[in-house]
């Protein structure tokens, strides 16, 4: 790639995440992915409370990425391969019916790395499927399985986070920042707006474009994609020219 990239991605969509670190985003007329779990939705969970209906119009309006998440918030590894599916279904039904017919396009595999077959399931409904592994993505990338960090795990660790922006910038790569709520508590899985905006400041400093998971992915379409043998065509992608 000709620049570095850097995603903004919010797991199951706490109101906050949004509200905050959405407004975060907006304000210098960036967009984040949103990977929401339509069986929580008005619900209080861990992560803190999720979305409302209302959200959904913020989110458009201010043109976020919305991606799935599952219905029903299953666990990646734990579930059937089969009712995983039938929990994306759901999903898919749901956001159908509260906004207009439209449809997911990428999605986050909760809790847990998936099953072999969950993961080709996966595959075959989504353009790019994101994961965990607390770096970024360069070189050859699985489309199905691609490689986030997740802001709370290393929250008390600044200089770390930092030093993964940089070598981000250096690698060309794909930095896929994940985290849950933003707000001045934040639960165990979520982080404060100050250290938000301190990343998303030193991600900007680092030169980087900063996408949503869907306008990235569009942004390396052009790059060669090899097919992996057994699995969902196109899911390896070269980020290097």
């Known amino acids: 790639m000709e620049k570095p990239i850097i995603s903004f991605t919010f797991d199951d969509f706490p109101r906050s995440a949004l509200l905050i670190g959405g407004a975060l985003l907006h304000d210098r007329q960036f967009s984040g992915t949103y990977y929401a779990s339509f069986g ?18 913020r989110l458009v309006n201010q043109k976020h990425e919305l991606a799935c998440h599952t219905f029903d918030h299953f666990d990646s ?10 929990s994306l279904r759901r999903n898919q039904s749901a956001l159908a ?3 207009g017919g439209s449809s997911f396009t990428t999605f986050s595999y909760p809790i847990s790395w998936p099953r072999p077959e969950t993961k080709r399931r996966v595959a075959a409904r989504f353009e790019c499927a994101r994961g965990a592994g607390q770096t970024f993505n360069a070189g050859t990338a ?16 600044i200089d770390f986070i ?18 849950h709520d933003v707000c001045d508590s934040p639960t165990r899985f979520g982080c404060t707006p100050g250290l938000f905006e301190r990343i998303l400041d030193k991600s900007v400093q680092s030169g980087a474009s900063i ?11 052009g790059m060669k994609k090899q097919a992996v043998p057994g699995s969902h065509p196109g899911a390896v992608a070269q980020l290097t020219a």
């Open 162 to 179: 930092e030093r993964t922006i940089e070598a981000n910038a250096r690698a060309k790569g794909w930095l896929i920042f994940a985290t």
């Open 40 to 57: 929580l939705m008005g619900r209080k969970a861990p992560t803190g409370k999720i979305f409302i209906r209302e959200d959904l119009n």
């Open 211 to 221: 996408l949503s998971v869907e306008t990235a992915l569009r942004t390396i379409g």
């Open 142 to 157: 699985d489309l199905n399985y691609l490689k986030a960090f997740f802001i709370e795990q290393s929250r008390d660790n």
């Open 77 to 86: 590894w734990n579930t059937e391969p089969s009712e995983f599916a039938a």
């Open 97 to 99: 019916s509260l906004l």
